[in-house]
């Protein structure tokens, strides 16, 4: 079983960045995809970023790309979102998420999720 925590939300203004952790317990295999999903009020949860463990190809929404990257420390067993330039379309509240096989980057798919932390960005 593995279990997730996300940590390094908070409030910051327009332009700022933040850096979002995810430590994970448990065995995670290289084959495994790691993934930031987000929601934002009456909005549906949505695919942010994901690395696959072991290649370490990375994917990315387009709404993020070039502002956001997502790395991992194989060795903590740990991955990170770097969030730079931030905007207040990107408050939501962020969870990092596993899918054991594979790089899905649908919600249905992912078969760990942490609690989320929430990231506000006001104007």
């Known amino acids: 079983q593995v279990e997730l925590g996300e940590s390094g939300g908070g409030l910051v203004q327009t332009g700022d960045s933040l850096r979002l952790s995810c430590a994970a317990s448990g065995r995670i295999y290289s084959s495994a995809f790691m993934a930031w999903f987000r929601q934002a009020p009456g909005k549906e949860r949505e695919f942010v970023a994901g690395?696959?463990?072991?290649?370490?190809?990375?994917y990315y929404a387009d709404s993020v790309k070039g502002r956001f990257t997502i790395s991992r420390v194989n060795a903590e067993n740990s991955f990170y979102l770097q969030m730079n330039s931030l905007t207040p379309e990107d408050t939501a509240v962020y969870y990092c998420a596993v899918d054991r096989n594979g790089y899905s980057r649908e919600v249905r798919d992912m078969d760990y999720w942490g609690k989320g932390t929430l990231v506000t960005v006001s104007s």
């Open positions: 690395i696959r463990k072991g290649v370490g190809n990375t």
